[in-house]
């Protein structure tokens, strides 16, 4: 089973790509393998104990944690996640947070454990610009992240795929945005993801 999350929308702004692209493979699965799909809430803490449990309740073979990265233009494979919270902004909960860790005595940064470099290439072979990224900010997406590669590497699970990706806002989203500000049609960011399931699926059935 892979476990794939999104998150619901946050901030004053209707929508989410992230749950809107887990609502179209919730619609039309791929073909190959089982996924686990689930929409996060944009709450500190709870987001992050849901998806550690959902990743023990499936037994996950791989992890892929969606959410949106407001601004950005591509597709955006992290590479690492950051023991801090900082919020510019309060979660969907009225939590804030000011230089406090994710997880107490936690090291301060932790890998990706997915092929970075390669989740990138596959989503540039399926036509739509990505890149790397070195980091996922310091707010929910960053913590959810944090929470599944220490709870990974706590529990001696570091060989399982795991990490995040963020992707541009929607088209709708940015017409209330200030002017320039990028987006990705949602068309393109499933066949985004598609291809990084497709490239975590073979990685798996090479062992
Ligand atoms: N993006 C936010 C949190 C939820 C989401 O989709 C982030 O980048 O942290």
Do not use: K
């Amino acid at each position: 089973m892979i476990l794939v999350t999104g998150f619901e929308p946050f901030g004053d702004i209707d929508h989410n790509p992230s749950e809107q692209v887990v609502r179209a493979l919730e619609a039309d699965p791929p073909p190959a393998g089982e996924l686990r799909l689930e929409v996060l809430p944009v709450v500190t803490g709870a987001a992050g104990d849901r998806v550690v449990e959902l990743a023990v309740e499936c037994d996950a073979r791989a992890v892929l944690m969606l959410g949106e990265a407001r601004g950005r233009a591509e597709v955006l494979v992290e590479s690492v996640a950051v023991n801090l919270r900082d919020f510019r902004m309060a979660d969907n909960d009225g939590n804030t947070a000011i230089e406090q860790p994710v997880v107490a005595d936690g090291p301060d940064g932790l890998f990706s454990t997915f092929a970075a470099a390669r989740l990138v290439e596959a989503v540039r072979t399926a036509g739509v610009t990505a890149s790397r990224s070195f980091s996922a900010g310091t707010y929910l997406c960053n913590e959810i992240s944090y929470r599944m590669l220490h709870h990974l590497a706590a529990t001696g699970r570091s060989d399982v795929p795991a990490g995040f990706v963020h992707l541009p806002s929607l088209p709708a989203q940015v017409e209330s945005m200030p002017e320039g500000t990028p987006s990705m049609p949602l068309d393109r960011q499933v066949a985004a993801v598609r291809a990084i399931l497709d490239r975590l699926m073979t990685g798996l059935d090479r062992g």
